[in-house]
């Protein structure tokens, strides 16, 4: 597709349960984001992949939350015993990520998920 | 690591009027700071960019200026339009792995 695609877009999941965010990022980025936006604020960094390497995790709140990016295109967030905490927009965003430095961010639509 | 701080918080011009929005930032290493601007429910886009070696960078009635010594960066937008209704996100970047938001600006342009 042409840009950044997510789903699903909404999510209502019962508290406990396990859930699976998809980012299908634009064809070629090399660099694929994670961020956590809550009502009202700013995006707040979870993950960063650069093809399938996970280099940095260190905005995962807990070992609840988990990546992943296997072939270096898709790829999931997984949210297990899900949590009220945990209710928030999950943005998705790629880039190129040439050497020349950092670039734009494409953001997908966002998975909203609501924790009852 | 970075941290972003974005004000005001909210701010609401009439339309011609101009709005300015302003980001500080803690990490000298930050060199990219792009400008967002989210509108509700949809995707956070990028209005405009700059790198630290420029001090202004202009695209018709929006503009971004870069005071690195002070480590603060403005997003002006001339002549608004309700169109430009929004929450704009500034962000800082060094290295490309990580961006740092700030917390947003909700801008209203009354007609």
């Known amino acids: 597709g042409a840009g950044v695609s997510q789903s699903p877009r909404y999510k209502v999941a019962k508290r406990g349960q396990d859930v699976a965010l998809r980012c299908d990022p634009i064809?070629?980025?090399?660099?694929l984001f994670w961020y956590q936006q809550a009502l009202g604020q700013g995006p707040e960094f979870l993950t960063y992949?650069?093809?399938?390497?996970?280099?940095?995790k260190s905005g995962l709140p807990s070992d609840r939350f988990f990546a992943e990016r296997p072939e270096g295109s898709v790829s999931t967030l997984k949210i297990q015993r899900t949590q009220q905490e945990d209710s928030a927009v999950y943005l998705c965003?790629?880039?190129?990520?040439?050497?020349?430095?950092?670039?734009?961010?494409?953001f997908g639509e966002g998975s909203r998920l609501t924790v009852l | 690591g970075e941290n972003v701080e974005q004000h005001p918080s909210t701010l609401s011009v009439q339309e011609g009027d101009s709005a300015v929005i302003k980001c500080t930032y803690s990490?000298?290493?930050?060199?990219?700071f792009p400008w967002y601007k989210q509108e509700l429910g949809k995707r956070p886009q990028l209005i405009i960019d700059?790198?630290?070696?420029?001090g202004e960078k202009k695209d018709q009635r929006i503009a971004v200026t870069l005071n690195k010594t002070a480590k603060h960066f403005s997003l002006h937008i001339t002549e608004t339009q309700p169109e430009d209704s929004a929450v704009y996100f500034c962000?800082?970047?060094?290295?490309?792995?990580?961006?740092?938001f700030g917390t947003g600006t909700s801008l209203t342009v009354i007609p």
């Open positions: 965003a790629s880039s190129l990520g040439l050497a020349g430095g950092p670039g734009e961010l494409f």
């Open positions: 064809s070629g980025h090399v660099s």
């Open positions: 992949f650069q093809n399938e390497a996970q280099l940095d």
């Open positions: 990490d000298s290493a930050s060199n990219y």
């Open positions: 700059i790198r630290s070696n420029v």
């Open positions: 962000a800082a970047s060094y290295t490309g792995n990580q961006f740092y």
